[in-house]
């Protein structure tokens, strides 16, 4: 089964960066896609963006447009997600999924495997 690393999480002040990473360790012919999606204290998993492995395409939640930048990396099976001008609102646990097919990507059960998170801490 493909295991999904995520890493680059961190504590940041307001305004701030990170770059997160997600290393699948293989990447199967029929995988299709990997998304971020995060979980603060309290609340729903929430999708943040997704990016297709083939042609790079991205799909980014409104919240984080402009901020966000997602990547792949088709050599390495790794994804990143630079993140500028955090908010504390940003804060939560950031995981990364993998996907097999097209569809809705901020739906959380068309996600076939999960990392196991990296926590995001922004402070004001």
């Known amino acids: 089964q493909v295991q999904l690393v995520e890493s680059g999480g961190g504590l940041v002040q307001a305004g701030g960066s990170l770059r997160l990473s997600c290393k699948a360790s293989?990447?199967?012919?029929?995988?299709?896609?990997m998304g971020w999606f995060r979980q603060a204290p309290g609340r729903e998993r929430e999708f943040v963006v997704a990016?297709?492995?083939?042609?790079?395409?991205?799909n980014y939640a409104d919240s984080v447009k402009g901020r966000f930048t997602i990547s792949r990396d088709y050599a390495k099976n790794t994804v990143y997600l630079q993140m500028n001008g955090l908010k504390p609102e940003d804060t939560a646990v950031y995981c990364c999924?993998?996907?097999?097919?097209?569809?809705?990507?901020?739906?959380?059960?068309?996600?076939?495997?999960w990392g196991q998170g990296t926590q995001v801490t922004v402070s004001s």
């Open positions: 990016i297709t492995w083939r042609s790079g395409w991205t």
């Open positions: 999924a993998e996907r097999f097919f097209d569809g809705n990507y901020a739906a959380v059960d068309e996600y076939a495997n």
């Open positions: 293989v990447r199967t012919f029929s995988s299709y896609a």
